[in-house]
């Protein structure tokens, strides 16, 4: 277990639909990760918060979009969903915003778009 | 642009020999490297990771990962598998943005390893 918790564990929508995703990270960790992983496009890094403000962007879709809360917890929003979508998101979380910090990840969410 | 490669896909090997897996990656400095686990159903594992200094880093579960600059490579090995290793491993490499600290990780598609009795 390392201490990540994400939830729903699966997700099952329709096309068009809106979903959110929730991160809980590890206690005391400021950094929050969002990965995509597909049979397509394999571990797709998507955006890091750190502390509240996003640090870092990767291949993030302009339908979806993330935030972090004060509690550190964040959030995932899919919306205008496609079939493509469907995959695992994973959330990782760190002590720090950088490198040298472990990321730890989560179970993942499985979200399916029929 | 910066990338990662993983060439293969799939390994089998029998319990008890040795493995290695591949890495290389496209960049013009040295990237902070790592190796990841992900077994059936959970999310990934940080194996070991390079930043500097000895080429040689040593893991947990016994694995162990050589960076050599002049082939861009750093590959995973274990001098001895068991069954419980069969997963899918990732490398990962963190691209260096500038003196900003970034945790953008780029992942390799992996290879599934599979073990034999």
């Known amino acids: 277990d390392s201490g990540v918790t994400q939830t729903p564990k699966h997700l099952i929508t329709a096309t068009g639909q809106r979903v959110t995703l929730r991160c809980s990270p590890r206690?005391?960790?400021?950094?929050v990760y969002w990965y995509q992983q597909s049979l397509d496009q394999g571990l797709q890094f998507l955006i890091q918060?750190?502390?509240?403000?996003?640090?870092a962007k990767g291949n993030i879709l302009e339908r979806f979009s993330a935030q972090q809360f004060p509690d550190l917890h964040s959030e995932l929003n899919l919306s205008s969903l496609e079939l493509g979508d469907s995959a695992l998101y994973f959330c990782?979380?760190?002590?720090?915003?950088?490198?040298?910090?472990?990321?730890?990840f989560g179970p993942g969410t499985r979200l399916t778009v029929t | 642009a910066q990338s990662v490669t993983q060439p293969d896909i799939h390994i089998t090997v029998s319990e008890g020999a040795s493995l290695e897996l591949r890495c290389n990656y496209s960049?013009?400095?040295?990237?902070?490297l790592f190796w990841y686990v992900q077994s059936p159903g959970q999310g990934l594992q940080l194996l070991l990771k390079?930043?500097?200094?000895?080429?040689l880093v040593q893991g947990i579960k016994g694995f162990e990962a050589e960076f050599k600059r002049s082939q861009s490579s750093f590959n995973l090995r274990k001098p001895s598998v068991h069954w419980s290793d069969a997963a899918e491993y990732f490398c990962?490499?963190?691209?260096?943005?500038?003196?900003?600290?970034?945790?953008?990780?780029?992942f390799g598609q992996g290879t599934i390893l599979t073990v034999h009795p």
């Open positions: 960049y013009g400095a040295t990237p902070y």
């Open positions: 990962a490499v963190g691209f260096n943005a500038g003196g900003t600290s970034y945790g953008k990780l780029t």
């Open positions: 990782a979380s760190s002590p720090g915003g950088g490198f040298i910090d472990e990321q730890y």
């Open positions: 390079y930043f500097s200094g000895d080429t």
């Open positions: 918060y750190y502390n509240g403000e996003e640090r």
């Open positions: 206690s005391g960790d400021l950094s």
